[in-house]
């Protein structure tokens, strides 16, 4: 449908959620609230993406996003 949730159960200080695609550019920031995280995607082309979870900009959590 074009989005999906990230849940966050721990305390993240100045939390970032970046999207990078397969090029190495940022496609999309926001900031981290603690709970539910709501991501859309329905805009992104196909493709494989980095999403990368950040405290205090430093990366604490990365894994690959698939959009077909």
Same mark, same amino acid.
């Given at each position: 449908?074009? /989005?999906? @949730?990230?849940?966050?159960?721990?305390? =993240?200080?100045?939390?970032? =959620?970046?999207? =990078?695609? /397969?090029?190495?550019?940022? %496609?999309?920031?926001?900031? %981290? %609230?603690?709970?539910?995280?709501? @991501? &859309? &995607?329905?805009?992104?082309?196909?493709? @494989?993406?980095?999403?990368? =979870? /950040?405290?205090?900009?430093?990366?604490?959590? /990365?894994?690959?996003?698939?959009?077909?």
């Amino acid at each position: 449908n074009g /989005s999906f @949730i990230l849940q966050i159960n721990s305390e =993240i200080e100045n939390g970032k =959620i970046v999207l =990078i695609n /397969s090029f190495g550019q940022k %496609i999309n920031e926001e900031k %981290i %609230i603690n709970g539910l995280n709501y @991501i &859309t &995607t329905k805009l992104l082309p196909k493709g @494989i993406y980095n999403l990368v =979870i /950040s405290q205090n900009d430093n990366r604490i959590r /990365s894994t690959k996003l698939i959009i077909e």
